[in-house]
């Protein structure tokens, strides 16, 4: 499986609860429909652990995550032509964005 992880903030004057409307209803619904997408997933950063605790300041707000099956389904769907001008067109909406890519080597589901 291919994950990519986009770590982001918003710029200064974005009104926050209007991006969550977008964010959480037309731009999720685009994400979940981008060809290859197994699952995606958006949350609110909260609190920054390290080992020695909790830590303040988080560097991040946001955190958007979308798995695809393997390495072609990532590029038929995420670095599809009509996807990266789409993602051209929506960047202005976030700032400082950090995009991850990786490979799932393991996966283990916890038992209930």
Not at 36 to 41: A, K, L, Q, S
Not at 70 to 85: H, I, K, N, P
Not at 95 to 109: A, C, D, R, Y
Request: cysteine-free; glycine content about 6%; charged content about 25%.
């Amino acid at each position: 499986m291919i994950r990519l992880t986009v770590l982001y903030n918003l710029p200064p004057e974005t009104d926050e609860a209007e991006f969550l409307r977008w964010r959480l209803g037309e731009h999720q619904a685009e994400n979940a429909a981008m060809p290859g997408v197994v699952t995606t997933d958006f949350g609110r950063i909260d609190q920054q652990w390290t080992p020695s605790g909790m830590q303040a300041g988080v560097p991040y707000r946001f955190m958007t995550v979308a798995d695809f099956a393997d390495w072609e389904s990532f590029e038929r769907g995420f670095l599809a032509q009509d996807v990266q001008d789409k993602l051209r067109e929506d960047i202005h909406k976030i700032h400082n964005p950090l995009f991850l890519v990786s490979e799932i080597l393991i996966s283990t589901q916890a038992e209930a």
